[in-house]
Structures are given as structure tokens and as C-alpha cells.
């Protein structure tokens, strides 16, 4: 079993900082990459961020770069995103995604947390 546990979003003003965190635990075999998703209403999910293992490549949404950073501590299997200078269409409820292999299965697959609502509002 893997579970992943979110943290840090929150009601912020507009221009704003959040960091939102995300850990891992359980039956961890290896990890390849993390990323952020968000879904506001009526949306579809769309990437946010992602970073491979090791901090080596980041890939970010036009509509957050130079933003919002993502960085990695693997020695806690934990990913981060930290966002600045938020904005009304940053609204949304933010997922973690690890794509990871567990002790269970020889195959790597997603893993999704439970969201965490981010709301951006004067």
C-alpha cells in the first residue's frame, strides 16, 4: 500500500504565497517522478508541475512558470510546490502525482493524493 498526504493550501490574497507539500509512504519500491495537477470547476485536470527523482528535469504549465517552483526531497519522499504571486485563475483543487513502482507490483503507476484546495480571493 502507498499513501500520499497533502499539505498547505489554504485562502490567500491575491499576489500571495503558498507551499503546498505532498509525502509518500508505504510499500515504496522506487520513484521516477512527482508533479502537481489542479482541477478548478467545470475544468479538466491539467499538469501544474512535475520533476523526475533526484531533482534532475522540472517541466512546468506556461501559465505558472517563473511563479511557481517545484523541488523534491527524496529522502523523505516528498514533493513541494511552492507558489508565489498567486492569482484568481490559480483557484483550484491541487492533486500530487507520484509515479512510482511499490514493493507489490513490477510495474510502475500513479498515485494521487487526496487534493488540497487552494483559493485565491481578495
Known amino acids: 500500500q502507498v499513501q500520499l498526504v497533502e499539505s498547505g493550501g489554504g485562502l490567500v490574497q491575491p499576489g500571495g504565497s503558498l507551499r503546498l507539500s505532498c509525502a509518500a509512504s508505504g510499500s515504496i519500491f522506487s520513484i521516477n517522478a512527482m508533479g502537481w495537477y489542479r482541477q478548478a470547476p467545470g475544468k479538466q485536470r491539467e499538469l501544474v508541475a512535475r520533476?523526475?527523482?533526484?531533482?534532475?528535469?522540472?517541466r512546468y504549465a506556461d501559465s505558472v512558470k517563473g511563479r511557481f517552483t517545484i523541488s523534491t526531497d527524496n529522502g523523505k519522499n516528498t514533493v513541494y510546490l511552492q507558489m508565489n504571486s498567486l492569482k484568481p485563475e490559480d483557484t483550484a483543487l491541487y492533486y500530487c502525482n507520484f509515479f512510482l513502482r511499490s514493493r507489490s507490483y513490477t510495474a510502475f503507476r500513479d498515485y494521487w493524493g487526496q487534493g488540497t484546495q487552494v483559493t485565491v480571493s481578495s
Open positions: 520533476i523526475t527523482s533526484g531533482g534532475g528535469s522540472t
